[in-house]
């Protein structure tokens, strides 16, 4: 092939290409490399256009490769393993992320993806949804709430953790084995989130669809904050498990909340038209590999209803 020739098709054509066959189809597929199946279906439509063939019997279910297409496949997949041979993984990338996955998430990503340079990235929830927009980090990883504004961002949700009080230990409620929104609501309490700004954290949610104000006398992004002025006898906590269960707990106790009715979803945010090198798929597949953190509350033994 004359170089100039090659410059007529795009790699993202190959890769959905190999999806498609790979996985059985292009919903499997779209799941599979983390894209919209419009786009999957869009890049094969592409790439049957240049080379002027069909490549997948689209009338069969699940979809089948033509005798083109199978002519084709073991191409295109040597295209893909000669170009991760190449690139083998080496590269950059700029992961964002909120404290408490900091401390649990990242270190066993960088762990397992010692040939990538991974450059840390932490921030509130709303500050990383800015960053991944504006191209300052290449994924993040915060909860689904608040709900992002872009829509230029897509996620995958990769676990759920329940909400948890947190109060002295001390506290005449310390040892109660559950307390609900009701009695909590009673309570001076410190909330996570912002404290200005209209979006809505699970705590509140929480509260709200339960027809409670309750007053929340500090909020902070921070959970050593939140377990500091709880020590000091400023307010009962209320946030998500893995916030507190990261940090020091001396002189704290972790109560389930039964009626919380709201979990935290934890998801891996993408800009949907960014392309993805090589170092950002490893990760990506990295990331999306971890067990889910545990929900037994470490100072208690109990696990929070969900």
Known sequence: MD??????????????????????????????????????????????????????????????????????????????????????????????????AAAWLFPQVAVRRPEVRLLLVEGPSIELERALVQGEIDLAIRPVHPLVVSESLEHRVLWREPLVAVFAAQHPLATQPSIGLAELATLPLISIGESSGGRQFESHLAFASAGLSPVSVYRTNQPQTLLSLVRHGLGTGVTNALAVTTANLDGVRLVPIHDAGVERQVALFLHRDRPRTPALTAVIDTVTSVDPPTSTLPNSGRTPPV
């Open 3 to 100: 170089l100039t020739t090659a410059y007529g098709y795009r790699l993202d054509w190959v890769v959905s290409f190999v999806a498609v066959a790979r996985y059985g189809g292009f919903s499997a597929a779209a799941k599979a490399v983390f894209r919209g199946q419009s786009r999957i279906s869009e890049h094969v439509a592409e790439l049957e256009k240049a080379l002027g063939v069909q490549l997948f019997d689209r009338s069969a279910h699940p979809v089948a490769l033509t005798p083109e297409g199978r002519a084709l496949l073991p191409a295109a997949e040597e295209i893909l393993h000669r170009l991760g041979e190449l690139s083998t993984v080496r590269g950059q990338v700029r992961f964002g992320t909120y404290p408490s």
